[in-house]
């Protein structure tokens, strides 16, 4: 059924009674959980992934990603006979009249945008397409990409010709992982054409599963803006946070007062200091649009200088863990340091760009003894991670923490929380010392002989 | 009545009988409103200015800032008999036994604070403190400089110790330009003092004449760095849209309809580009923080970078008019530009480092013919100020705009909000060019035969 053909008040019954089909290139975090939503409301959808492994866990029922929700809705889809998944993208976009771009866009060592995955979608499934079909990307990209990489790629591959022989339109994800399933049904939706009507039909086809309010804006290139303004948004702010953290720890100030305080206005809105930010999207999208701005002689300093800030935490942290082993006259060789948290944000199994990395590196090399806990790295993941080692990773936290000189807390996660800082003295060295990367502990009540420093704030003793 | 020996409770009878006595140094923005929201609770209050012609006016009954209900305040207060307004500063401290400070603190030419009227402030009024006098810091300073540039002053010239011999506070003013009134009786105040006991009766004295709020924070250090903290949240995300703004413009997107679409995410809080960042506080307060970070060897880059960013708005309008004059082949010399608003925000008169002043400034230099209007500015601000010639300045839009080459929106007033573009064109020049400096302009009702650059967006012929 050639979609862009169709007047979009058909789309609904279409897509119902399967004459619309979906493809979904990449299931991972924002792939898996849309092509889910398509499916369990009936629509027809053949998911692709290139990683085989991967194809067969989730046909096993095995949702290889770890969202509230998510396994049973794959369950459940998976009992209505209309969710294909499959590593064969051709036969997939053979049989499909949409294909939804979901792959990841991360960026390379040196911060160059790493759109490799966008180009194998181009030149494998995409080379499938057909005349009328319509393509969407989800995955999240810097205005120009489809212009500028996908479209090219495309006429290559096929000869059809973008807006006039197929659609083509921008509808970035705009979930926080962790709240993904519930964010896709409430968050409102940005849709971007290329053509005015690629624009109409994605809206009719997002409109289909569901009830949170479509935003059109003029062009695929708008919404990329728009993600990665979203994203931008926030990396600059969590900076401005950090540099003031850096700032209050030289007057002796307390960056959380200030900040709790500072709520009280009409018009401040918190962020928070930290160990670094980590994950799949604040640490790369600022670069897709630093990239796009270069290219048109434009440098964007604020934004680059808030990515240098953010990436620099880590090092901080470092630093700051010197200052407290030094307090107690201790180096940083030979102590023993319990590591509280690996993944890159509080509650998810995801470690991807962690400030974890680096910091375990750098003590590695400063000849630190590390004991790790996190209890939410998968032993999988472990085994995987050259940043570290099984010996070092302990299965709970009496082990980690036990008889450590100094304890480091990388992510908030809701274990940590719980700690009594009366009972985790007993189990290690004396002064027991925290560097706390997250500001989980309430200032007035730690005990006068911890000697303890968080990101903005410090209690020596 | 020495009001530091006094429990907190027994402040506000002794507040309302007279027995405790109120000196306000500065009767500016801020100083003239918290004098009359104490007077008005019948407190007995001292209002000291030095400028004699403020004085006069004042005591006259003439408001000489405007904001919304002073002046019925005023009037209101003047009749109870209980608000005293002097020059003479010694007579007023020999009086109070609270001394409230007031005084602007803006920065020098070379962006360095300027604390004369501080330093002014402790060597004529403060001299007469007495011991258990109490002073009160209402004015924006660094954190540091009640230590550093207050306490040593006071001790020199009266031998009193601070937090032993008198009592001293930070009680930052949070107020908006143009709701000032508003905000006095209803945002929450941060109160921090060099002792705790100076932050409770300082507590005691603003929970007299405010129902909001009281945030009581570890010292007067936290309290000034709050304030600040507020401030450079606003004035690096006004930068940081500043900044995406000059890029959006070269890819041809357009921000406002960004901004309008990322707002609709859970996390995210717009800013708007401009013309530049003016007022009282945004363009100084950063540098009250940055100086403090260079004493100890930290330079805040990020908030340095965006103090740049916002200063240098007033040059992009300028680079946007000669774009919009050479699409219509036209040079700035000797064109006729209309430059609508002179005060640095809407609907006030203050036009104190407003943007408008620079681009006044590089489009004489250019040789525009210039016409001014601004429906806010006072007629004696037009003879006092050296950036505008009488001769330029028009008594309407009408006449401002009548024979124009080019419109530049400075300032968003509502009248200028108004303005029906089918109606312009026909009194300018054709075709009709606007540089518009805050988008006040719906893009997609601009008429297709004007030339319309906006800040972030652009619609060229």
């Known amino acids: 059924m050639p979609i862009m053909n169709l007047p979009k008040e058909k789309i609904p019954k279409k897509l119902k009674n399967g004459e619309i089909k979906v493809a979904v290139f990449g299931l991972g975090r924002i792939g898996l959980p849309t092509a889910l939503l398509f499916a369990e409301k009936g629509v027809i959808v053949y998911g692709v992934d290139t990683q085989k492994s991967i194809v067969e866990l989730i046909k096993a029922g095995n949702a290889h990603i770890d969202e509230p929700s998510l396994a049973e809705l794959l369950k459940k889809v998976l009992e209505n006979n209309n969710f294909f998944i499959t590593s064969d993208s051709r036969d997939a976009m053979n049989k499909s009249d949409v294909a939804i771009i979901c792959v990841p866009t991360p960026v390379k060592a040196d911060k160059v945008p790493d759109y490799s995955n966008i180009i194998q979608v181009c030149n494998m499934g995409l080379r499938y397409l057909k005349r009328d079909d319509l393509i969407i990307v989800e995955s999240t990209i810097s205005p120009g990409t489809i212009e500028n990489v996908m479209i090219p790629l495309i006429e290559t591959n096929t000869g059809l010709k973008a807006g006039k022989d197929y659609g083509i339109a921008c509808c ?252 985790l003295k007993k189990m290690t060295a004396t002064p027991l010392i925290i560097v706390d990367g997250r500001n989980i502990f309430n200032l007035k009540e730690i005990p006068t002989d911890i000697i303890y420093i968080g990101v903005g704030r410090k209690k020596l003793m």
């Open 172 to 423: 970035p994800e705009r979930a926080n992982p962790g709240q993904i399933i519930t964010n896709f049904r409430s968050t409102p939706r940005i849709i971007g054409g290329y053509t005015k009507k690629s624009t109409e039909i994605t809206t009719a086809l997002y409109q289909y599963i569901t009830d949170a309010e479509i935003i059109q804006v003029s062009n695929d290139r708008t919404a990329c803006a728009v993600k990665l303004t979203e994203n931008i948004f926030r990396d600059v702010n969590i900076a401005l946070f950090n540099e003031l953290a850096i700032l209050y720890e030289k007057l002796g100030l307390d960056i959380i007062e200030i900040i709790e305080a500072a709520s009280t206005k009409w018009n401040f809105q918190p962020h928070y200091p930290g160990a670094g930010v980590g994950g799949p999207c604040l640490p790369a999208n600022p670069y897709y649009l630093i990239q796009e701005a270069i290219k048109v002689g434009f440098v964007p300093y604020l934004i680059r200088m808030a990515r240098e800030i953010n990436d620099r935490m880590p090092q901080h942290i470092i630093e700051l863990t010197l200052e407290a082993l030094n307090q107690a006259e201790k180096s940083v060789k030979n102590a023993k340091i319990a590591i509280l948290g690996v993944t890159y944000k509080p509650n998810v199994h995801d470690f991807q760009l962690s400030p974890a990395i680096s910091i375990i590196q750098i003590l590695t090399q400063l000849k630190a003894k590390l004991s790790i806990y996190d209890p939410l790295i998968r032993q999988e993941d472990i085994s995987q991670l050259n940043f570290l080692q099984e010996s070092n990773c302990m299965q709970s936290l009496e082990m980690a923490v036990k008889d450590s000189d100094c304890i480091i807390i990388i992510t908030a996660h809701d274990e940590f929380k719980r700690i009594k800082l009366e009972n």
